[in-house]
Structures are given as C-alpha cells and as structure tokens.
C-alpha cells in the first residue's frame, strides 16, 4: 500500500510563505497524477493545483500567480509553495496521487493532512 505523508503546514500571517511537502512510500515516477486539494470547515475539498508524470500542471484561479506544484523524483516527493497568503486559504491541505485517475486531475491515494492557518 502507498503511503503519503504531508509536512510544513502551520501557522503564518497574511501575506506569508509556506512550503508543504508530500514524501510517498513508493517511486513516485509510476503515479501519473499528484496534486493538491484542500478542505475548509463547511466546504467541499476542492483541488488547489494537480501535476502529471510529464509536468503539466493545473492550478484553482484562486491561487494562480501564488503557489506552485512540483514533484521531485529523486526524493520521492511532490511540493507545493505557498506565497502570499490570504486568510481564505486556511484550510486542511492534502496530498493526492494516484497512477490512474478518479477524475482528470485526481488519484486514488490521499495522505492525512496538514493544517493550514492563515491569520493575523
């Protein structure tokens, strides 16, 4: 079974940086898909940015020109930098990967979650 576990959520003031980071237990290579999604309290998960095995990627409008995905193969994991923080981007972050696909831009595997909070 392949595991994914996030890091680098925490606590950062508007306008701030993260990185989160994702290590999968498995070669990363072979999962097609890794992306992204984040879960506010009362909302719908919803995906913040996705990356395929070639590099194309997809971001939310809402974050386009702020954050960016990248996967590192060598290492096994998949980022993602979060600059210029806004209070409406507080939210349980999750990683998800997959070899095939759920939908266009989701696997089946996601990892547990890390937290992030966004305030003054």
């Known amino acids: 079974q392949v595991l994914l576990v996030e890091s680098g959520g925490g606590l950062v003031q508007p306008g701030g940086s993260l990185r989160l980071s994702c290590v999968a237990s498995?070669?990363?290579?072979?999962?097609?898909?890794m992306g992204w999604y984040r879960q506010a309290p009362g909302t719908k998960r919803e995906l913040v940015a996705g990356i395929t095995s070639g590099g194309s990627t997809n971001y939310a409008d809402s974050v386009k020109g702020r954050f960016t995905i990248s996967r590192d193969n060598a290492k096994n994991t998949l980022y993602l930098q979060m600059n210029s923080l806004k209070l409406e981007d507080t939210a349980v972050y999750y990683c998800?990967?997959?070899?095939?696909?759920?939908?266009?831009?989701?696997?089946?595997?996601w990892g547990q979650g890390t937290q992030v909070t966004v305030s003054s």
């Open positions: 998800n990967a997959g070899i095939g696909r759920v939908t266009p831009w989701m696997g089946a595997l």
């Open positions: 498995t070669n990363i290579f072979s999962l097609n898909i």
